[in-house]
């Protein structure tokens, strides 16, 4: 694979938290949350994680978004690596990966309105062009010119998501980080955000990262999977092979779980 085909390389990725409680001797506790995982993601593909809760997925996510210090390993976008970067090169780097989080309500802050809340993130003193960006994005994510001046609370649910989608849209991103982008909501609004996901990688060629435990939703959007489990990736496979024929006995599981297979 060449390089303008790939786009994300995490390299013997660990990560280790200490845990808050202490054990009988008084030491802190080490979970290892990742352990030594390794993945590349291609260019405009959707590529899962799955696994259940525990197993290190949205760790990943943190260690890419620099949020959380691996122990040890690699990541690297666009053939850089994201932990070496000097910072005004990684502050422009970082604003081409956006994350997507479950849960919209702590997303957003509740005293930005959703007009304030997309422009704080166009990156343009103009202020005409700031707006017509604004209104355009508001389009893109199926929401209207009359949401402008609403408060988070103002929104329902699937509305507030789509403001989420929206604002992780304006720096013009090249990888979104998806952590379980309709967990949170009803089925039949799930379906909307899903289709909705679905019709902006196809408008804008964006690479998704897509974190779920929910094998439908991963059955939608994605091409390829890895699964993780205890903080080890236990099998990668495209979709395909992985819905069809998981090698794995712990992919066997989660698809029996899911009521898949
Ligand atoms: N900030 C933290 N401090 C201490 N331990 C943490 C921290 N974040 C995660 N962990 C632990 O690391 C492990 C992996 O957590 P992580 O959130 O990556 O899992 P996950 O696969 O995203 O789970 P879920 O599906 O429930 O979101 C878990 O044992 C979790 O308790
Ligand atoms: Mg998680």
Known sequence: MDNKELILRIKE??????????????????IVAVNDVSLTVRRGKTFAIVGESGSGKTSIAMSILGFVKPV???VEFNGMNLFSLEADKRRKTMRLIQPVFQDANS???????VETSLADSIDTPDQLQKREQTNSLLR???????????????LSGGQKQRLCIARALAPEPE?????????????????????????????KNITYLLISHDLNV?????????????GILVEEASCEKFFSDPTHPYSQELLENSGIK
């Open 107 to 113: 997303a957003l802050n509740p005293r930005m309105t």
């Open 13 to 30: 990725l660990s990560i280790s938290y200490r845990s808050s409680g202490s054990s009988f001797w008084g030491s802190k506790e080490e």
């Open 140 to 154: 893109s994510v199926g929401l209207s010119s009359d949401h402008m001046g609403k408060y988070p609370h103002q």
């Open 72 to 74: 040890s390993g690699t």
């Open 175 to 203: 990888l979104l980080i998806l952590d379980e982008p309709v967990s949170a909501q009803d089925l039949s609004i799930q379906a909307q955000i899903l289709s909705l996901l679905l019709e902006i990688k196809k408008a």
């Open 218 to 230: 991963v059955r939608i959007l994605a091409d390829r999977v890895a699964v993780m489990r205890s």
